[in-house]
């Protein structure tokens, strides 16, 4: 079920920056805050991994690969999340996938292409 609203991906070089968004329409989401908000990822050929998470009560985790470098924020008054992404590395190409769950639900964004060239 597609229903969040993922942008700012784009084409950069290595050790550049980006920053992705993510909204939660209001249309939908009548409610942000109790929400466990997460980005994945996917490349070519290889599984979606989770990149980080921002739990409802902002608990945040990183994987390995992306620990200070990237940063996920959360907006709950404009129902939005972020992820700053810096120093990034070809590595880091992939398809960015926003997601929310709550209980049983779970929400997933079209997602947004990052590619990193050399």
């Known amino acids: 079920q597609v229903t969040l609203v993922e942008s700012g991906g784009g084409l950069v070089q290595p050790g550049e920056s980006l920053r992705l968004s993510c909204a939660a329409p209001?249309?939908?989401?009548?409610?942000?805050?109790?929400?466990?908000m997460s980005w994945y990822r996917q490349a070519p050929g290889k599984q979606r991994e989770l990149v980080a998470s921002i739990s409802s009560n902002k608990r945040i985790e990183y994987v390995d690969s992306v620990r200070d470098r990237f940063t996920i924020s959360r907006d709950n008054s404009r129902k939005i999340i972020r992820l700053q992404m810096n120093n990034l590395r070809p590595e880091d190409t992939a398809v960015y996938f926003c997601n929310a769950k709550r209980g049983g639900d779970e929400y997933w964004g079209q997602g947004t292409q990052v590619t990193v060239f050399s």
């Open positions: 209001r249309a939908i989401f009548s409610v942000f805050a109790p929400l466990d």
